[in-house]
């Protein structure tokens, strides 16, 4: 079965610091996510990408994120200046049009 | 707007113990409904789904069945084995992407 790979799987980081989480989408996918799940919490949505830009974006999708597909293969999110409670486990999901989305393992980010 | 509501957990059972795990929604227009599952240390994965209002969704020997008049999805499954053991997740899709409910730990003891 196709796989959405994230890096690295886990990611420790000094709050305020700059962190970027990648994703690598499957080849023919043409819609993107992320989503995140602060532990014990549920999965929340954070953006969709299609196209070359956001289509959509929930409340917690604040200034200090930002999102990314620099070449054909790669989809980034970047945090501008960690805080502490952006510490959570992040999901990349792709998906084309007419099929389910498929998540990545996820990508575990420690604010400290 | 759009959520989900699951049984808190962890869910402790004996294999070949049968399985529920309650799931809600509240949602405008009609959602598709999903179960996701997540093994320890892997992704989300699709488990079954169902699209409209009485739809059964299986895989794996699990099913559930879409209810609109109760607005549930409970995941259901006959006899479940060690290897079951995970979170799962209850989901729907209207307008924007997924909604999630807050995950299911099951635990399967032989």
């Known amino acids: 079965e196709p796989e959405v790979t994230q890096t690295p799987s886990h990611q420790v980081t000094q709050m305020g610091q700059e962190v970027i989480l990648r994703c690598v989408p499957i080849s023919n996918h043409l819609y993107f996510y992320w989503y995140r799940q602060i532990l014990g919490q549920k999965v929340e949505f954070l953006v969709s990408?299609?196209?070359?830009?956001?289509?959509?974006k929930s409340e917690i999708f604040d200034d200090q994120f930002s999102v990314e597909r620099p070449d054909g293969s790669n989809f980034t999110l970047k945090i501008r200046s960690t805080k502490l409670e952006d510490s959570a486990m992040y999901f990349c999901a792709s998906n084309s049009p007419l099929d389910r989305a498929f998540f990545g393992q996820g990508t575990r980010l420690t604010v400290v | 707007g759009d959520s989900v509501t699951q049984m808190e957990g962890p869910v402790t059972l004996s294999e070949e113990a049968f399985l529920t795990i309650n799931c809600t929604y509240t949602a405008t227009g009609y959602p598709s409904l999903f179960w996701y599952v997540q093994y320890p240390g892997e992704g989300l994965q699709l488990l079954l789904k169902?699209?409209?209002?009485?739809d059964k969704g299986s895989n794996k020997g699990f099913e559930a069945t879409y209810r609109k008049e109760t607005t549930s999805f409970h995941l259901e499954k006959g006899s479940v084995q060690v290897s079951d053991s995970a979170v799962y997740f209850c989901?729907?899709?209207?307008?924007?992407?997924?909604?999630f409910g807050s995950g299911t730990r099951l635990q399967v003891q032989p």
């Open positions: 990408f299609y196209n070359n830009e956001i289509s959509e």
């Open positions: 169902a699209t409209k209002a009485d």
């Open positions: 989901a729907l899709k209207s307008r924007r992407a997924l909604t």
